[in-house]
């Protein structure tokens, strides 16, 4: 399924969500004509072997590799979810804390799938966590907005409104057993999708939103 609009557009500009999306493809730009993109990858992303808590520059690319993607499929499929996603939450949260909330999001998903596989020398990158912080804290506030999305349905593709909730709630779960899936089947080095980082990611943003929900006057608007 692929989401295409949110029935509820936003009554903000959404600065961060741009601003965001916009960093993430100059970055991305700048990644791809890296003269040694071995060397650069490894730089700025989260390599959980080099991790050292008691050394804070090893921290930073919990941060700088939410900022960085494996290719055009990875970085599109976050972006189109942070562009469907994003504005309403950025409403919801106020233009202040929205960006605090997106990296923060991004660090516990980081965190989570660092938690698997501690010693690992493969790179983590991209964006999924913090996204899945944006779906989290989506699915909290606002479960009963509908979600015009692009279905495959008997070999024909359709355009169809479903409920926020059931959306997400799909991509959650199917989040969850493949996390499940590779602790049990490869509980070394995990390469491929870091699943649990958008669990992680998902579950803070949910917390978040869920939090906001209940306290009205945290929110801007």
């Known amino acids: 399924m692929i989401p295409l ?3 509820h557009p936003a009554g903000i500009f ?12 100059f970055v991305f730009f700048i990644q791809l004509n890296s003269p040694d993109l071995e060397s650069f990858i490894y730089q700025y992303a989260l390599v959980p072997s080099l991790v050292d808590f008691g050394n804070w520059s090893t921290l930073i690319p919990f941060v700088t590799s939410q900022y960085l993607h494996g290719g055009f499929l990875h970085i599109a499929s976050n972006m189109l979810f942070l562009w469907v996603f994003g504005d309403n939450v ?6 202040v804390f929205f960006p605090v909330f997106y990296t923060l999001a991004g ?7 660092y938690m698997l596989s501690p010693y690992s020398d493969i790179p983590m990158l991209g964006a999924s966590g913090a996204v899945a912080g944006v779906l989290g804290a989506y699915f909290a506030m606002f479960p009963h907005h509908t979600i015009k999305t692009l279905v495959p349905v008997m070999g024909f ?5 479903i409920p926020a909730s059931v959306m997400l709630i799909y991509w959650f779960v199917t989040q969850l057993f493949s996390g499940v899936g590779s602790i049990a089947f490869s509980p070394g080095d995990v390469g491929g999708v870091a699943y649990l980082a958008h669990v992680g990611g998902f579950v803070t943003g949910w917390l978040i939103g869920s939090s906001y929900k209940r306290n009205p006057e945290l929110s801007s608007g």
Not at 17 to 25: G, Q, Y
């Open 107 to 113: 660090v516990v998903g980081g965190l989570a799938q």
């Open 157 to 161: 593709v359709s355009v169809v409104n």
């Open 5 to 7: 609009k949110d029935s």
């Open 14 to 25: 959404p600065f961060w969500t741009i601003a965001i999306i916009a960093l993430s493809v």
């Open 90 to 95: 950025e409403e919801k949260l106020g233009q």
